[in-house]
């Protein structure tokens, strides 16, 4: 089993920043990559950025350039560096980790960008 912990929700102007970490505990031994999701009110939840054991990266073409995916191995921390954002990345961030036969999901964090 694997838990997982969101941190650094919250409100911000269209244009600023914002930290998401995810905190893993349990069997993280056996994870072998943790993304970022995220619900839009009536949407699907979608794919934001994933990381793998060995820092591989990949984005939504939508965040391409603004955020940054990046984990701590030490702290057993993913974080995800929200810059430039916009009113449409408003939706709550769910963390999430695979150890390749189940997926793990945080309760999620809200992120609301005004204009």
């Known amino acids: 089993q694997v838990q997982l912990v969101e941190s650094g929700g919250g409100l911000v102007q269209a244009g600023g920043s914002l930290r998401l970490s995810c905190a893993a505990s349990?069997?993280?031994?056996?994870?072998?990559?943790m993304g970022w999701y995220r619900q839009a009110p009536g949407k699907q939840r979608e794919l934001v950025a994933r990381i793998t054991r060995n820092g591989r990266t990949n984005y939504a073409d939508s965040v391409k350039g603004r955020f940054t995916i990046s984990r701590d191995n030490a702290k057993n921390t993913v974080y995800l560096q929200m810059n430039s954002l916009k009113p449409e990345d408003t939706a709550v961030y769910y963390c999430?980790?695979?150890?390749?036969?189940?997926?793990?999901w945080g309760r999620g964090t809200q992120v609301t960008v005004s204009s």
């Open positions: 999430n980790a695979g150890d390749g036969e189940y997926v793990y």
């Open positions: 349990g069997s993280i031994f056996s994870i072998n990559a």
